[in-house]
């Protein structure tokens, strides 16, 4: 794996139905589906100009019945998995799923912050950089931000920062809201990947939120309406005029879009 440390590099959802969402987020974000090739398991990956952006996991029914809902969750590229799985767990989060293999593809673990929001950490053995985060220039159907809707954002900044060595690197004053700040990866790193800010009272639990880029924003939102999901907030403008929104898809996962308003 040729992504540095702290990284995200790749992302994946967790559902009840595979199928259906398959063909939901096909056409809501242009992504093509294929089969991951593990012969244990159903794992389907995902693109949209080529490079794989993340994979689609069904959730057993076991893993139903052991409360696991339907989800995104983003993979952090780490050096060495087991040493950061003890450093998440001496920085006060959790191992859901100790440090393991997958043959041919690397070692991973499952892990929750301080707050409580899950999220994998992973080695991968691929030489090749991943492109799931267009971290260099806007790319349809990756991911263009990382948000953490956290119930502390002093200590999941301590924690993050700890952990994989991302470094504060703007803030914007949101009022009530309090800051929302936004991260590089290292003092080296030119581009910001994403955000953190105190969760809304009235919002979801803590979590992580992934947006994905859209070629119309609103074209997007009409058909989330119109194939069983729901718009929760937005399309808004954000600064530098694109505009983003958050829904949730007919099995409850709750997504992220962002993309510019034809004609603006």
Known sequence: MTNIHGDFIWYELMTTDADAAQDFYGGLV????????????????????????????PLSQEMQDGGARPMWAGYIGVDDVDATAQKIRSSGGTIMMEPQDIPDVGRFAFVRDPQGVPFYIMRGLSDEP??????????????????????????ADAFY???????????????????????????????????????????PPPIWLYYFRVPDI?????????????????????PGGEYVLNGTDPQGAIFALIGKRKGA
């Open 218 to 238: 609103d074209e997007a939102a009409t058909f989330i309406g119109a194939h069983g999901g729901a718009v929760v907030i937005g399309p808004q403008e954000i």
């Open 130 to 155: 991943s492109e799931s985060f267009a971290h260099d220039a806007p790319r349809e159907g990756h991911c263009a931000w990382n948000e953490l809707l956290t119930s502390d954002l002093d200590a």
């Open 30 to 57: 242009g992504w093509s589906f294929k089969d991951g090739g593990q012969s244990d398991m159903d794992y389907r990956l995902f693109s949209a100009d080529g490079p794989q952006v993340g994979g689609v996991m």
């Open 161 to 203: 920062g700890d952990c994989f060595g991302w470094v504060a690197a703007d803030s914007m004053d949101m009022g009530e809201a309090g800051p929302y700040r936004m991260y590089r990866n290292g003092e080296h790193r030119a581009s910001m990947f994403g955000a953190m800010m105190k969760r809304p009272e009235s919002g």
